[in-house]
């Protein structure tokens, strides 16, 4: 069941429904007859089933990747394309992205590459494929060099999120996609803020209109920030917030210690108190953000046994310097975000930022 639907100004739409019932008519509608399905042996074991019901008619072919970050590379890229081309797609085969944002980006990618570019539909199994990877044609995979560094723009022509894939979803992982609800919040004003509490804590929950509220929100705004700039010359930096000390912390914890978008969420909370001297953000809104986070079941500090000296040394390798000086997003209040131009000394006090000085 349909439950909201986004059309969005980059030509497509993103249907958000209870479960897979429509996405046949959906496809049909595209003019797609012909599809592939690339996923892993854990989304299709959990819910591969009720996806080849609803696409019988269509009798997709299957495609397994291996589970986890770690394939998404060169190796499995090269391997997708094979199993594409042997299969003998031609460009009116979609791709279907089934699972999170590994998924999403891999076969994204090879969406983007084989034979110059087929159609590809996003169905995101996981809060985070759906807030945020399956929306905004970035597709790619890691290299030994650095994460996400080969890749290609590549909007897909439908996302269809059915809401019944997240309740399966561990805790980490739905936490993982909170913690960009409510980055994504942040940028969107003081209703989405103060809404976001309420709508995404049901996330994976029985009130799938409140779930489908907070996912809608998320997709509007990274819609509205990527509309306007699709290839990420202006304000998509903004979509940032919280990323340049989560990034540092997953670094610094090693990678899968701790989730993406809980590194996020102390990142953004640090920014926040970091605000409080740079622009003018409110004590108030700070304490606001916290309990938000909190409530959300997101850590607001800094792990103890971290060293902010580290996380200023994975920034600085992570950040682009011009002149020494360097970029950050700092949320002045829910709506207010803005990019402030600091010395890159200024990164030493963003990460003691995030911790509260007792
Ligand atoms: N393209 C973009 O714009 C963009 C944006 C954000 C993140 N990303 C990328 O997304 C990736 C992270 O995505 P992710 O957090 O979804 O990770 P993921 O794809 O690795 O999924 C996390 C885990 O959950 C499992 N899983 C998926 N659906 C499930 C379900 N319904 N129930 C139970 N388990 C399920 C997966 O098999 C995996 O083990 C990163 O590689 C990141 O770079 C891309
Ligand atoms: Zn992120």
Redesign the pocket.
Known sequence: MLIRSIHLALGYTVEIASDFRGLAGALATLGIDRAVIVT????RT??GAALAAELQQVAPHWIELP???AH?NLDTWRFLVSALLVHRVDRNTAVIAF???????LA?FAAATVLRGLPLVQV??????AV?????????V?TPEG??LV?AFHQPKLVWTALH??????VR?RR??LG?VLKHAVLDGPGAFAGVNAGASELGGDDENRAADAVALSVAVKARLVEADPYEAGDRVLLNLGHTLGHAVEAALGYGAM???EAVCIGMIAAARFGQELAGTSPAFVRELERTAAGLGLATELPADLDPAELVTAMRFDKKRERGMVKLVIPVSAGDVRLIVVPDTALVRLAEHGRVRK
């Open positions: 892993n042996p854990t989304v959990l819910h589970d986890g970050e998404k699972g999170g944002g590994v998924i999403g980006d994204g995101p199994t996981t809060l985070l494929a945020d990877a399956s929306v905004g044609g970035k597709t790619g890691n994460k996400n890749g894939t997240h309740r399966t979803l561990p992982e993982c996609g960009e989730s993406h978008g």
